[in-house]
T-cell receptor, first 109, second 112 residues
Framework: EDQVTQSPEALRLQEGESSSLNCSYTVSGLRGLFWYRQDPGKGPEFLFTLYSAGEEKEKERLKATLTKKESFLHITAPKPEDSATYLCAVQEGAQKLVFGQGTRLTINP | ETGVTQTPRHLVMGMTNKKSLKCEQHLGHNAMYWYKQSAKKPLELMFVYSLEERVENNSVPSRFSPECPNSSHLFLHLHTLQPEDSALYLC???????????FGPGTRLTVT
């Protein structure tokens, strides 16, 4: 069975302090790796899909990268509004996503 | 209404009650999903409907009963739930050939 592990479980940064979140996965034949952002009490919000090693995608202060065994979500010069839980998921089978437990990110002003 | 909507947003029910959760998607998608999100645990897939047919049932207890009358609507019927069923229940939708799933805001369920 596919597995997804995210680290760290929680991360606290100062505003402007760049860092990276990690998502490591074991899957037989990656069909897609997905990043979501979830604010408290809300549903996950889609951010990126990555399909092959070496692929990168960017959106504002976020950049997602993919290798054969892990993905990183880099956050550059974060702002307090970037505080959220970031979820990683891999596609298993035709329409099933397997999610990691998430990284809770807090950006202090 | 845009995106994926869910009603009610909050629900408190006793163990002997029967209630239903509703999800509606306005994105023109043809696959819909129910997830359970409990504290400190990853999102758990419960059911998948593709083109209105159930294609995945992730060993969910029979006290949860899904219904998908058309590609825009999804229900989760609840009966004789247990306190451990208290969680955030999320609905999502996608195109069958595009696996990006879009989530609703969720229903916070408390079983007393």
């Amino acid at each position: 069975e596919d597995q997804v592990t995210q680290s760290p479980e929680a991360l606290r940064l100062q505003e402007g302090e760049s860092s990276s979140l990690n998502c490591s996965y074991t899957v037989s034949g990656l069909r897609g790796l997905f990043w979501y952002r979830q604010d408290p009490g809300k549903g996950p919000e889609f951010l990126f899909t990555l399909y092959s090693a070496g692929e990168e995608k960017e959106k504002e202060r976020l950049k997602a990268t993919l290798t054969k065994k892990e993905s990183f979500l880099h956050i550059t010069a974060p702002k307090p509004e970037d505080s959220a839980t970031y979820l990683c998921a891999v596609q298993e089978g035709a329409q099933k996503l397997v999610f990691g437990q998430g990284t809770r990110l807090t950006i202090n002003p | 209404e845009t995106g994926v909507t869910q009603t009610p947003r909050h629900l408190v029910m006793g163990m002997t009650n029967k209630k239903s959760l509703k999800c509606e998607q306005h994105l023109g998608h043809n696959a819909m999903y129910w997830y359970k999100q409990s504290a400190k645990k990853p999102l758990e897939l419960m059911f998948v409907y593709s083109l209105e047919e159930r294609v995945e049932n992730n060993s969910v207890p029979s006290r949860f009963s899904p219904e998908c009358p058309n590609s825009s609507h999804l229900f989760l019927h609840l009966h004789t739930l247990q306190p451990e069923d208290s969680a955030l229940y999320l609905c999502a939708s996608s195109q069958t050939r595009n696996y990006e799933q879009y989530f609703g805001p969720g229903t916070r369920l408390t079983v007393t």
